[in-house]
Antibody, heavy 117, light 109 residues
Framework: QVQLVQSGTEVKKPGASVKVSCKASGYIFSSSGISWVRQAPGHGLEWMGWINVHNGHTNYPQRFQGRVTVTTDTSTSTAYMDLRSLRSDDTAVYYC??????????WGQGTLVIVSS | QTVVTQEPSLTVSPGGTVTLTCASSTGAVTSGYYPNWFQQKPGQAPRALFYSATNKHSWTPARFSGSLLGGKAALTLSGVQPEDEAEYYCLLYYGGDWVFGGGTKLTVL
């Protein structure tokens, strides 16, 4: 069965960076893309970016360009999301999701990132 | 900036029918926006319900249906159950970018 398992809670200071991992299993990792989504406390879902695992092509919404980098390690079937220059309003639960042919189907359990001085 | 709009909240009685919609600030929502629908309950990750507007996942209950209706993507629940109380999000594709709607809080009362 398809599973995406994410890394644990992170606590960071403003200005720091965070790297969240997402280990995939149960399917051929390179056959799909991975999207990253976040949800601030009490707020809705926000799409942060996508990677085509097969060729490494990425796409980010304008508001995250230059601050987010999504990568993969196909040897371990793991995707990573790196967010830099953290601010307090980056405090959120971060999710990875399989993104296959415009079908965002399986989600990770989420990773809480807390940004606080 | 592209905005995807959903009803902020809806209330439905158990056994009733309700339709949630998803509109785009760029115009009519068509199949080319590949609408996805998700259900999220408190403290849980979102769960996918539909993709490409009308294609349901194997785990999506039969009482849920997806469609394109009047220039919007729509999610209809027929014979609503108490466990359907949740937040529902749509997701639209804009030629490389995905944009979520703000979500609809569905109350079953």
């Amino acid at each position: 069965q398809v599973q995406l398992v994410q890394s644990g809670t992170e606590v960071k200071k403003p200005g720091a960076s965070v790297k969240v991992s997402c280990k995939a299993s149960g399917y051929i990792f390179s056959s799909s893309g991975i999207s990253w989504v976040r949800q601030a406390p009490g707020h809705g879902l926000e799409w942060m970016g996508w990677i085509n695992v097969h060729n490494g092509h990425t796409n980010y919404p304008q508001r995250f360009q230059g601050r987010v980098t999504v990568t993969t390690d196909t040897s371990t079937s793991t995707a990573y999301m790196d967010l830099r220059s953290l601010r307090s309003d980056d405090t959120a639960v971060y999710y990875c999701a399989r993104d296959y042919n415009y079908n965002v189907d399986f989600w990770g359990q989420g990773t809480l990132v807390i940004v606080s001085s | 900036q592209t905005v995807v709009t959903q009803e902020p909240s809806l209330t439905v009685s158990p056994g009733g029918t309700v339709t949630l919609t998803c509109a785009s600030s760029t115009g009519a929502v068509t199949s080319g926006y590949y609408p996805n629908w998700f259900q999220q309950k408190p403290g849980q990750a979102p769960r996918a319900l539909f993709y490409s507007a009308t294609n349901k996942h194997s785990w999506t209950p039969a009482r849920f249906s997806g469609s394109l209706l009047g220039g919007k993507a729509a999610l209809t629940l027929s014979g609503v159950q108490p466990e359907d109380e949740a937040e529902y999000y749509c997701l639209l594709y804009y030629g490389g970018d995905w944009v979520f709607g703000g979500g609809t809080k569905l109350t079953v009362l």
